[in-house]
């Protein structure tokens, strides 16, 4: 509540007026605050909200913190935990209590680790560490698979049972290293370094489970993140719970949110593959048995197309027959409509001088009687040639000159003696009449007995 300085002095206030202006002031003038200290005087009201005092060696506030964020805490308030809060000072008017009302809680200290935390990741990530063109695929089926944690752990349990159900044949080797407490970031780094080196694995899983930052600092370490960025070998990184992230899942070719997911992730599920074989097998057969179809409807076709020389001999016979009835009536009509127009001519020619044209018309009758005779020899000559080829293609005039057509037991002709085995069965047919007779033996060219000029 605003008002004029001469005016606020002379106006007497109500309480809650009073309490009202404070509260603005506070909420306007203070943003949002880190508080650390400890808690005391703890109160859960049944409505789910939660009342106590933080407070350090001089001084004390009041808190609030209600339902809703209480429920997202990973672990209840408890009196003498140290914590930081995130919380906006404001003034509880009915009664004219100043208090922190709380949006955020983490144990005391994450502050630093998360300022380090920050720090080291902006570093690393202007290096181009956690740029995506360096990341690696993970091959699609590794002949073995490295799992950096320790073996006390419950995540190399639950890594080894996922892995044996998914794909049980695959061996898996153990680098172990601890994962929490002093010195730890160095041999997990030093077990990475090894795995580099032995390239005994075709992918790394770096892992271990759920807990605090502080659990899980030694997979922020410097030493850890240069030794996956370093490494030969694939590295999936499957450190903490689906919600918690370090500088390794950054810096690792891909980052899993469990350990049980990222030997999810390296090995292909067993019976799926098994789905998916069976799913090509039938649909190979389907293609091949539609193929078999596509081929045996073209068959049919060149079959249905496929005519015997004795027919075609018989078609080319009808249509040579065909060609000389039209040629005979083209030459007789031809010959009909000269003879009109030489008796047209004649006619004309018959009034004033028909003795001059007389020897014209006869000379031209002449040539047109050689013309005609001429162009009959001509056709007859060409009938003459065509019969003549058609008896030559005639395949029962090359039998007569004692060649013989071999057929196998099926009725197949034999063209080469690659057909033929020792005890096959054969038809000859010959010029007049068929035999039947068996190979003896199969005598190729290189083994023919050569000629006796003697």
């Not at 290293?177 to 990475?192: D, N, W």
């Not at 600092?217 to 370090?246: K, L, M, Q």
């Not at 007779?437 to 023919?448: F, I, P």
Request: hydrophobic letters at 45%; charged letters at 25%.
């Amino acid at each position: 509540m605003a008002m004029p300085e001469k005016e606020a002095q002379m106006r007497v206030l109500r309480v809650a007026e009073l309490n009202a202006v404070v509260k603005n002031l506070l909420e306007g003038s203070l943003p949002l605050l880190w508080v650390r200290g400890e808690v005391s005087n703890l109160v859960r009201a049944a409505s789910g909200h939660s009342y106590f005092s933080l407070k350090d060696e001089q001084a004390q506030v009041r808190c609030v913190m209600f339902r809703q964020r209480a429920v997202g805490l990973d672990r209840p308030l408890s009196n003498g935990m140290q914590l930081e809060i995130r919380a906006l000072a404001t003034l509880y008017e009915a009664r004219g209590d100043y208090q922190l009302m709380v949006e955020e809680v983490r144990p005391a200290g994450l502050g630093l680790l998360f300022e380090q935390f920050e720090r080291l990741k902006a570093r690393l990530a202007a290096e181009g560490l956690f740029a995506a063109e360096r990341k690696r695929a993970l091959p699609r089926f590794p002949r073995r698979v490295g799992v950096v944690t320790s073996p006390q752990a419950a995540a190399l349990r639950d890594v080894l049972t996922t892995l044996r159900r998914r794909l049980p044949a695959v061996p898996v080797l153990l680098y172990p290293t601890p994962v929490q407490g002093a010195g730890s970031a160095e041999k997990i780094a030093q077990a990475i370094q090894r795995a580099s080196e032995r390239a005994e694995c075709d992918v790394l899983i770096v892992c271990r489970g759920g807990g605090s930052l502080e659990d899980l600092w030694s997979f922020n370490e410097e030493v850890v993140a240069r030794a996956i960025a370093a490494c030969r070998v694939p590295v999936i990184s499957g450190v903490g719970h689906e919600t918690d992230f370090t500088i390794a899942d950054f810096v690792a070719d891909e980052r899993a949110p469990t350990p049980t997911a990222a030997a999810q992730r390296v090995v292909p599920d067993r019976q799926a593959l098994l789905q998916q074989v069976a799913h090509l097998a039938q649909r190979m057969q389907r293609q091949f048995w539609q193929q078999h179809a596509r081929l045996g409807q073209t068959l049919d076709y060149a079959q249905r197309r496929l005519v015997h020389p004795a027919q075609a001999l018989q078609r080319q016979g009808q249509q040579l027959t065909q060609l000389q009835i039209r040629l005979r009536r083209a030459l007789a009509e031809q010959q009909r409509a000269r003879r009109q127009t030489l008796h047209m001519l004649t006619q004309r020619w018959q009034v004033p001088r028909q003795r001059e044209r007389a020897a014209q018309v006869e000379a031209w009758a002449g040539r047109l009687q050689r013309a005609w005779q001429h162009r009959q020899r001509h056709a007859s000559l060409q009938l003459t040639h065509a019969a003549q080829q058609l008896h030559l293609l005639d395949p029962q005039q090359v039998l007569t000159r004692g060649y013989a057509l071999v057929r196998d037991e099926h009725g197949r002709l034999v063209q080469r003696s690659t057909q033929l085995a020792p005890g096959m069965g054969l038809q000859l047919q010959l010029a007049q009449g068929r035999a039947a007779a068996r190979v003896t033996a199969v005598l190729h060219d290189e083994n023919l007995p050569k000629e006796n000029n003697t």
